[in-house]
Nanobody, 112 residues
């Protein structure tokens, strides 16, 4: 399975940005992790094929994850962005058997 992310870039603090990720095959869980400079990679949000979601506390109420199973796509709508959201965002996918996949990161920079 290959993952391709779209939509990173520069955003203003308080503004929105949307990330998309396409998977080349059927996947059970999809989501996003991020890694800021000098920090470890951390969970942002995940969503199962049946719509179950999990969010990091730091993004709850601001970010919304969704997916289109027919297209094997996952989306991350990021609102009320903060400078501390600046990071490389990685698309993530997990198969039913637990095998994980990672996409190449896409940089999100939030300016104050």
């Amino acid at each position: 399975v290959q993952l391709q992310a779209f939509g990173g870039g520069l955003a203003q603090a308080g503004g929105p940005l949307r990330l998309s990720c396409a998977a080349s095959g059927s996947i059970f869980t999809m989501g996003w992790y991020r890694q800021a400079p000098g920090k470890q990679r951390e969970l942002v949000a995940t969503i199962t094929r049946y719509g179950g979601t999990n969010y990091a506390d730091s993004v709850k109420g601001r970010f919304t994850i969704s997916r289109d199973n027919a297209k094997n796509m996952v989306y991350l709508q990021m609102n009320s962005l903060k400078p501390e959201d600046t990071a490389v965002y990685y698309c993530y996918a997990s198969r039913y058997d637990g095998v994980n996949y990672w996409g190449k990161g896409t940089l999100v920079t939030v300016s104050s």
